[in-house]
């Protein structure tokens, strides 16, 4: 585990921002170099979080390792054959060419947002630069540096019409990059991470904080958020590859990661302990991959039974691992295998739609596996009032209400309306695509490992070693 050293009083000459008038000095010689620090922004292609930003994970020039096994290596059961045929693959933007990596590559993810006029409070020791613009690692020379120093406690950074004011100082500039040292500390409202900081004016008038951050250190922080510790060694070193792949696919592509289930629960470096650390470590520069290359690697908690695909649920063009549907049969001691949810028609008004209009709820998609696909709210007339994609009624219905009063997945056995209440039976918790994280639990019980567990839920999948 790599802790943060204890900060040290603060030094007010050495923390000391240098004056607005150098700032502005410094702004206006960099100005004839701007275009050669900056480096051209490469469009992205979309994704389901956009983002203007360029890719950090940064490529070497050396050849990478060749993949440490196959996941046709297994102690557990064969992965099933899915029920329905998937449909043909073709977008090349699905699956990502693979760069050569000398070591674990950079990704950013959003840990505050920041409404208009409150401020986000940082801390940095061990050395610190701050930069105008959006830097690719802490090393990076390529911006103009606007302040250094070797310790900045305490400080406050607030979004201003003229730029990024920090304890009191104007920065002229939208986006700034505090880089810290491998061997310093960084807070953020108090929380530890590891790597750097960016902070960036929102549209909305509020300042973003994105940690910039090793890869490896990423999915230390997030593997005991997303996976309980005591889920089994093969179980937490499956989650780890997966973790690892679905970060790097997204950084890949552009995108900013957030700390929640919208992306991955990330807990920095309170989310560590020593075991994660061996099972990182364990698993280092492992990705999943098919033909070669990325792809992304959704999971969820419990499938209930059978897991979903991905281009049905999420309408997806996606490659052959993800548009499987397999059979599991290691969930069934979970919490949410199977559940009833009784509901009134008030709840779905207050959510979705003016109280009082919702007369009852129908489901004219499914699957062939039974997950809901589309669900409509209608009228006493039956006029639609709702309509939309089955995920994206379960997030809105579910957002703020504690878990006893949520659907815990769109897989609706049976829904029966009596009066203004409905009564709804399920199966399973989340999305129900890729990896179910019970069933990948009573697969360790079993004695699989984690190249056997990542082939049941990602058929035609393949490990490999990105860098050492």
């Known amino acids: 585990m790599n802790a943060f050293p204890r900060d040290g009083e603060p030094n007010a000459a050495a923390r000391a921002l240098v004056p607005a008038s150098a700032i502005v000095m410094i702004t206006i010689l960099a100005c004839s170099d701007a275009v050669a620090l900056r480096k051209p922004a490469t469009p992205a292609p979309s994704t389901s979080r956009p983002t203007s930003d360029g890719p950090v994970a940064t490529p070497s020039t050396s050849t990478p390792t060749a993949p440490t096994s196959s996941p046709d290596r297994s102690s557990g059961p064969a992965p099933s054959t899915p029920t329905a045929t998937a449909p043909v693959f073709k977008p090349p933007e699905e699956l990502l060419r693979i760069p050569a990596f000398d070591a674990p590559p950079y990704v950013r993810v959003r840990v505050r947002e920041s409404a208009a006029g409150r401020g986000v409070a940082f801390s940095a020791s061990g050395g610190y630069r701050i930069v105008d613009g959006i830097a690719e690692n802490p090393q990076d020379t390529r911006l103009p540096q606007l302040a250094a120093g070797q310790h900045l406690g305490a400080a406050t950074a607030y979004a201003e019409k003229g730029g990024i004011r920090v304890n009191g100082i104007l920065l002229p500039a939208r986006t700034i990059s505090v880089l810290v040292g491998e061997s310093g500390a960084l807070t953020i409202d108090g929380q530890r991470y590891h790597g750097s900081l960016v902070l960036q004016i ?91 290359r990325l792809f992304q690697t959704f999971f969820h908690s419990t499938c209930g039974g059978r897991t979903s695909s991905a281009a049905e649920v999420f309408a997806l063009k996606t490659p052959p691992p993800m548009n499987a549907s397999v059979e599991c049969d290691g969930c069934r001691d979970a919490p949410l295998y199977r559940w009833t949810r009784k509901l009134t028609t008030a709840q779905f008004a207050t959510t979705l739609v003016p109280r009082g209009q919702v007369a009852d709820l129908a489901v004219p998609e499914k699957s062939a596996d039974g997950h809901a696909l589309r669900v409509q709210l209608l009228d006493s007339a039956s006029r639609v009032l709702f309509d939309d994609d089955a995920e994206g009624f379960r997030n809105r219905f579910n957002q703020s209400r504690p878990l006893r009063d949520q659907i815990p997945s769109m897989f609706l056995a049976n829904v029966v309306r009596k009066g203004a209440t409905f009564l709804l039976e399920g199966r399973g918790f989340g999305h129900g695509v890729g990896m179910c994280q019970y069933g990948a639990r009573g697969m360790a019980k079993r004695g699989s490992d984690s190249r056997a567990i990542l082939a049941r839920y990602y058929p035609a999948s393949r490990v490999k070693r990105i860098y050492g």
Do not use: C, W
Not at 221 to 250: C, D, S, W
């Open 202 to 292: 929102a549209p909305s008038g509020g300042l973003d904080a994105v940690n910039l951050v090793q890869l490896e250190d990423y999915v230390a922080g997030v593997l005991f958020a997303e996976m309980p510790k005591n889920f089994g060694e093969e179980a937490l070193r499956a989650q780890a590859i997966v973790a690892r792949t679905y970060a790097l696919f997204h950084a890949m592509r552009g995108a900013i990661l957030k700390d929640d289930q919208s992306s991955q629960v990330y807990a920095g470096v309170a989310g560590e302990s020593p075991v994660a650390r061996r099972i990182v470590q364990a698993t280092r520069g492992e990705v999943l991959t098919f033909d070669d």
